[in-house]
């Protein structure tokens, strides 16, 4: 299993002097998860725009495509933000995360939503002569996809304080 394999990084993350730094830090863990919860709104916020955009909810008068255009600066810099503040959050608990069933599922998604963002829907959005049903469902799925990572990171917190 690839996760057992990855057990002597998650080790040396939890044991590196950030790692212990952050950890034994009150104040560090609340600014990253504060720093982790605004790249998320800049991200999903951004995202749920352009997708009930694509699914005919969104605001009249401008195409999924321009909307997409004009947010996707704030987009990548939520999803930049994220990425920054998420291993210096996981270092502070690496072997934790390890051993959660929701941390997997949260990475697991976490590929598959950047994946989708970066392939189909940056196609949908940036063609503008797609088809309704088309659109819609993309956006139904890149809106479900990006819920469901902070769903799941949402889990691991509650997981672990039991």
């Known amino acids: 299993m690839i996760a057992a394999s990855l057990l002597p990084w998650f080790e040396w993350l939890q ?3 950030l790692g212990e730094t952050i950890r034994h830090s009150a104040a560090l863990i609340a600014l990253l998860e504060i720093v982790h919860l605004i790249g998320m709104t800049l991200l999903i916020g951004s995202v749920l ?3 009930l955009s694509l699914m005919g909810r969104g605001i ?3 195409p999924a495509p321009e909307i997409a255009r004009q947010l996707r600066g704030w987009t990548v810099a ?3 933000i994220m990425l920054a503040s998420g291993p210096l959050l996981l270092s502070s608990e690496a072997l934790r995360c390890y051993q959660s069933p929701a941390f997997w599922i949260k990475m697991a998604l976490l590929a598959l ?3 989708f963002h970066f392939t189909i829907h940056r196609r949908v959005t940036r063609a503008g002569n797609v ?3 088309e659109a819609r469902v993309v956006g139904g799925l890149s809106l479900a996809l990006w819920i469901s990572v902070a769903l799941a ?3 691991i ?3 672990q304080q039991q």
């Open 49 to 51: 725009m352009v997708d």
């Open 153 to 155: 990171g949402k889990a």
């Open 157 to 159: 917190a509650i997981f």
């Open 131 to 133: 088809s309704h049903s």
């Open 15 to 17: 044991h590196t002097g």
């Open 78 to 80: 939520g999803l930049a």
């Open 113 to 115: 939503a950047v994946s």
């Open 60 to 62: 009249r008068g401008y």
